[in-house]
């Protein structure tokens, strides 16, 4: 079994100077002596990158933030904290790309502080927020208030003979109570007599921000959690408390998106914003080269972790069936057991385009990565062992790195020279091996020609899950941001 070199001990110690980073020791006889050597001088604990600053749990606050609860987000300061690191100082009009933009905190901070940013998102509920904050940018908040009053005084809950449906997937079906469905039916027809289109998207947006909490569900990782006072047979006896009606609950919600609205008056550039819906392994290969001075960005992590299972609600009120959802699956960065491999399309597309060399330099740098290969052989035998929960685990694992390293390639490509590759990322494990997702991806990075400038390791790893925690112990996986320069 392998595990993990642990945490530096001076890491118990109280930090003196507050920014100033620690070395990251490396254990003697680790499984991937040779990987962590090469990287070691770079590898740093960095104290300014706490959790609060990386992740969402420190934006719940904020304005524009906290209309839809997307817990995969950035914080905005992580944003500020590196564009004001790596400004260009000579670019006039400093561009940004997020490739896997979520709810787009990186492109409404990087276009607040005058940056150019383009930002590629597939799933349309993030989509959805970006276009929230753009169209509430512009917003008649007279118009908006007449709109709001109306609201206040509309009875939702009496029946009707309205031709309205809710959306429902398979695995949503029964995930609200009957007396919410009909609010929420008469609140579609409500939205239908809204002439102003911004104000009916605003209005629109309020009720997809709502869903879990007026549904039977909470979102929980890779799959939705169900209530037991919900009408589906269950074993687990699961009470998410509280579940709010549906005029308080949006009542609430809209409340503070007025509020915030008030505020974004004063918001810069945010129009400027670009955004496209699709996937970033489609979108950036199209894109033309030496285009951006920066890419920040957070891709999902190879955990498992099924964003199309976690926003099945907000899926099917946006109207997705469950074949639409199945494809959309497909399509994303692959990270659950049920992606397939791309590698014959990412094939096809180089050959179309009659650029096979470019092919064969993405597969010389897969299979150039010697550790990888061996963590996907370790995997594979364990799954013939019968030791892994799922056997396509090996496959998920060989299919996000495939899929990264051909984005790595191409981020090369696109970069300015000397631009800059920020990525937050999580190390993660299987069968109770640690895979050092932060060096193999900077090795990739290495590879197609950038610098490895810093590997900074948040002060605090993360425990692996409970499942794996109760088989193979605890151990602290290392949560990361990496930095790499292209020359
Ligand atoms: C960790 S989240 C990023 C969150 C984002 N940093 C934010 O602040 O909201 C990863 C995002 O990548 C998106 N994604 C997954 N595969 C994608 C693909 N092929 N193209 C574009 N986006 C993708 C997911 O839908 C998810 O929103």
Redesign the pocket.
């Known amino acids: 079994m392998k595990t993990l070199p642990h945490l530096n001990t001076t890491l118990a110690l109280p930090i003196i100077a507050p920014f100033r980073t620690t070395k990251y020791s490396i254990r003697d006889n680790n499984p991937y002596d040779e990987l962590y050597k090469k990287y070691s001088s770079i590898m740093e604990i960095n104290p300014k990158l706490t959790r609060e600053l990386v992740s969402?749990q420190g934006s719940k606050k904020q304005a524009f933030y906290r209309w839809l609860k997307?817990k995969?987000?950035?914080s905005s300061d992580l944003i500020k904290h590196f564009l004001e690191l790596y400004s260009p100082s000579n670019a006039k009009d400093p561009s940004i790309l997020?490739?896997?933009?979520?709810?787009?905190?990186?492109l409404t901070v990087a276009a607040n502080a005058g940056w150019k940013a383009t930002g590629?998102?597939?799933?349309p509920i993030?989509v959805a927020a970006i276009k929230a904050r753009l169209v509430a940018s512009k917003i008649n908040t007279v118009k908006f208030n007449r709109v709001y009053k109306k609201f206040k005084t509309t009875n939702f809950y009496s029946n009707n003979n309205s031709k309205a449906k809710i959306g429902y997937l398979t695995i949503t079906k029964g995930a609200f109570h009957l007396k919410t469905e009909l609010a929420l039916i008469n609140y579609l027809d409500f939205l239908a007599k809204i002439k102003d289109d911004d104000i009916r998207y605003i209005f629109w947006f309020a009720c997809l921000s709502i869903l879990e909490d007026i549904s039977y569900t909470r979102k929980d990782g890779q799959y939705l959690r169900w209530d037991c006072r919900s009408d589906r047979k269950l074993k687990s006896q699961f009470n998410k408390g509280q579940i709010s009606q549906f005029h308080d609950a949006l009542d609430q919600k809209l409340n503070i998106i007025i509020e915030d609205i008030r505020m974004y008056k004063d918001s810069k550039n945010i129009n400027s914003i670009k955004v496209i819906e699709?996937?970033?392994?489609d979108?950036i290969p199209l894109m033309t080269k030496d285009k951006f001075n920066l890419i920040i960005?957070?891709?999902?992590?190879c955990n498992r972790y099924d964003?199309t299972r976690t926003y099945a609600l907000e899926l099917a009120f946006m109207g997705k069936d469950d074949e639409a959802v199945k494809d959309l699956r497909q399509?994303?960065?692959s990270?659950t057991v049920e992606n397939k491999s791309k590698k014959q399309a990412f094939e096809d597309y180089y050959n179309r385009k009659g650029d096979g060399r470019a092919f064969k330099e993405i597969q010389r740098r897969f299979d150039n990565q010697k550790e990888l290969k061996e963590i996907i052989q370790n995997l594979i035998n364990a799954r013939d062992e019968d030791k892994l929960n799922n056997n396509n685990i090996p496959n998920l694992v060989e299919n996000y790195f495939y899929e990264l390293n051909v984005l790595i390639g191409e981020f090369y490509r696109i970069l300015k020279p000397g631009g800059r590759v920020i990525m937050?990322n999580d190390n993660v494990q299987y069968n109770g091996d640690e895979i050092p997702v932060d060096l193999i991806l900077s090795d990739f990075a290495s590879m197609a020609g950038f610098t490895i400038e810093h590997i900074w390791i948040l002060p605090n790893g993360k425990g692996n899950s409970s499942q794996q925690m109760g088989v193979h112990g605890r151990n602290e996986l290392r949560k990361c941001v990496y930095v790499w320069q292209k020359k």
């Open positions: 969402y997307f995969e987000a950035f997020d490739p896997f933009a979520g709810t787009g905190t990186a590629i998102e597939i799933m993030g699709g996937s970033c392994l979108e960005t957070s891709p999902p992590y964003y399509c994303m960065l990270c937050v």
